[in-house]
């Protein structure tokens, strides 16, 4: 079986920092919504600039369409579960050190993306310059952390413990990641 192609990743990371930003704007009320909002239409308009519009997910895009102030809890919840799949992709890619992310990486999400995410300081040239020279971990690497975030993670289809939790996350993208032809919505 063959991996991603380490570009296809990297996007695929991009549209998650995305939606860890779009949180951030819902969540982080210093600016007035108008403001918050100002950005959010920025970012979304920049989605071809960035290369996303062939990878952004149709609910993600609906997420990141949303303006600021209108998601609901859920919204919040799924956002924050989708963007946590980042700390993943960014430690495939190999911009986080040590081993995989676990809990504790995800309660320090913001900053850790945004020390080493791939979208920067938010300039769309230096992110496709990122993008373009992205490489993955070695294979057999990535394989090891698929395991162990297996083992973590048991038998449960949803389980509800936060360690186990962010296991499930980090498996779904590991094996998308990790087979080719599998599409990132029907990673299991």
């Not at 969540?27 to 007035?32: C, H, Q, R, V």
């Not at 920049?46 to 996303?52: E, M, P």
């Not at 579960?81 to 911009?95: D, I, K, P």
């Not at 296991?167 to 299991?188: K, P, Q, S, Y």
Request: charged share 30%.
């Amino acid at each position: 079986m063959e991996s991603k192609d380490a570009i296809d990743v990297a996007r695929r990371c991009l549209c998650l920092e995305l939606l860890l930003q779009r949180l951030g704007l819902e969540t982080d009320t210093e600016d007035p919504a108008a403001v918050r909002d100002e950005v959010r239409r920025k970012w979304l308009a920049r989605l071809g600039d960035l290369g996303l519009e062939p990878v952004i997910l149709a609910d993600e895009r609906a997420l990141l369409e949303r303006p600021v102030g209108e998601l609901s809890e859920d919204d919040l919840d799924d956002l924050h579960g989708r963007a946590s799949g980042a700390l993943v992709l960014l430690w495939a890619l190999g911009r986080l050190e040590g081993p995989r992310p676990s809990f504790a990486a995800v309660e320090e999400m913001a900053s850790i993306v945004g020390d080493h995410g791939l979208l920067g300081t938010g300039s769309i040239a230096r992110a496709n310059e990122t993008v373009a020279s992205a490489s993955l971990r070695p294979e057999a690497e990535l394989r090891e952390a698929l395991s162990a975030y297996g083992r973590t993670r048991g038998m449960a289809r949803e389980p509800s413990e936060p360690e186990k939790i962010v296991a499930g996350v980090g498996a779904h993208h590991l094996e998308w990641i990790l087979d080719r032809e599998m599409a990132f919505d029907t990673a299991d």
